[in-house]
Nanobody
Framework: QVQLVESGGGLVQAGGSLRLSCAAS????????LGWFRQAPGKEREFVAA????????YYAESVKGRFTISSDNAKNTLHLQMNNLKPGDTAVYYC????????????????WGRGTQVTVAS
């Protein structure tokens, strides 16, 4: 399996930007799909974005479309999430996750998870 470790979270003012990273270790596979999810206190974990490990096809939640960009750097075994024009509603713990083969919105489809990184957006 693959191990995932998120980094890059922090405190930012509304309208600012952050870049999250997810470092993968252990065995990686070209057919893997990598996704970002987030969870705020008292709320369900929700899908943010996903990409195939080899790059190309992407999915975005409607709430982040046009503001967030997901990308993969296979040479460094790293996943990124560039977050621009952040809003207070983006405040959450952000998780990196991985699954085999097809793109999916559902957290239950992702068997491998990191421990998360906190993003806080102040108004």
């Amino acid at each position: 399996q693959v191990q995932l470790v998120e980094s890059g979270g922090g405190l930012v003012q509304a309208g600012g930007s952050l870049r999250l990273s997810c470092a993968a270790s252990g065995r990686t596979f070209s057919s893997y799909v990598l996704g970002w999810f987030r969870q705020a206190p008292g709320k369900e974990r929700e899908f943010v974005a996903a990409i195939k490990w080899s790059g190309g096809s992407t999915y975005y939640a409607e709430s982040v479309k046009g503001r967030f960009t997901i990308s993969s750097d296979n040479a460094k075994n790293t996943l990124h999430l560039q977050m621009n024009n952040l809003k207070p509603g983006d405040t959450a713990v952000y998780y990196c996750a991985s699954r085999y083969y097809g793109l999916s919105y559902a957290s239950s489809d992702y068997p491998f998870w990191g421990r998360g990184t906190q993003v806080t957006v102040a108004s």
